[in-house]
Nanobody, 113 residues
Framework: QLQASGGGLVQAGGSLRLSCAAS????????MAWFRQAPGKEREFVATINIRGRSYYSDSLKGRFTISRDNAKNTVYLQMSSLNAEDTAVYYC?????????WGRGTQVTVSS
């Protein structure tokens, strides 16, 4: 299971750090990712980190968002900075392992202008 947390209401220009705690899987063996879905829009890719710790980002978010992982805590993070109203969305974490793929429940991020 994946449990995302850390969302909330933040002012434009602010920062938030999302966490995704994984249970029932070994994080060190999983590719992990964050996606988001804004109201009325399709779910879109945000960032991913592979088992070697290499990260990739949506071109539009590169430089403002940072994905990281702590295998000892079985947790993946998404540090978000310089937030704007377009970042308002439900953020989901996602895992990809040799035994399957899984989505966590989302966490709402609302950026007020």
């Amino acid at each position: 299971q994946l449990q995302a947390s850390g969302g909330g209401l933040v002012q434009a220009g602010g920062s938030l750090r999302l966490s995704c705690a994984a249970s029932g899987l070994t994080l060190s063996s999983a590719g992990m990712a964050w996606f988001r879905q804004a109201p009325g829009k399709e779910r879109e890719f945000v960032a991913t980190i592979n088992i070697r710790g290499r990260s990739y980002y949506s071109d539009s978010l590169k430089g403002r968002f940072t994905i990281s992982r702590d295998n000892a805590k079985n947790t993946v993070y998404l540090q978000m900075s310089s937030l704007n109203a377009e970042d308002t969305a439900v953020y989901y974490c996602y895992s990809d392992t040799s035994v399957g793929r899984s989505w966590g429940r989302g966490t709402q991020v609302t950026v007020s202008s």
